[in-house]
Nanobody, 121 residues
């Protein structure tokens, strides 16, 4: 069993910053890509940022230059530093990881429970 636990969400004023963390634990052999998605009320879940095990990153156009994704492979943890936050960044943020639980086993997607980020004055 694999668990992803997010932390760091909350209420912040426009222009402020937050840092999200997501730690993976359980029967983990290896983790490929890790990422952050978000879902605002009435909208589909969308990719915010992703990072491979080698450190390559990609971002949604709406967050480029404001958000930074990073990971600590030794801790199976991924981070999302969010700066210059805007009201339109308000959403539930979900962590995602592609995990293998053993040698030669297929990769499965795991999701965290989500953490609320609200940007409002």
């Amino acid at each position: 069993q694999v668990q992803l636990v997010e932390s760091g969400g909350g209420l912040v004023q426009p222009g402020g910053s937050l840092r999200l963390s997501c730690a993976a634990s359980g029967s983990i052999f290896s983790i490929n890509a890790m990422g952050w998605y978000r879902q605002a009320p009435g909208k589909q879940r969308e990719l915010v940022a992703a990072i491979t095990s080698g450190g390559s990153t990609n971002y949604a156009d709406s967050v480029k230059g404001r958000f930074t994704i990073s990971r600590d492979n030794a801790k199976n943890t991924v981070y999302l530093q969010m700066n210059s936050l805007k009201p339109e960044d308000t959403a539930v943020y979900y962590c995602n990881a592609g995990v293998r639980v053993g040698w030669g086993t297929p990769e499965y997607d795991y999701w965290g429970q989500g953490t609320q980020v609200t940007v409002s004055s």
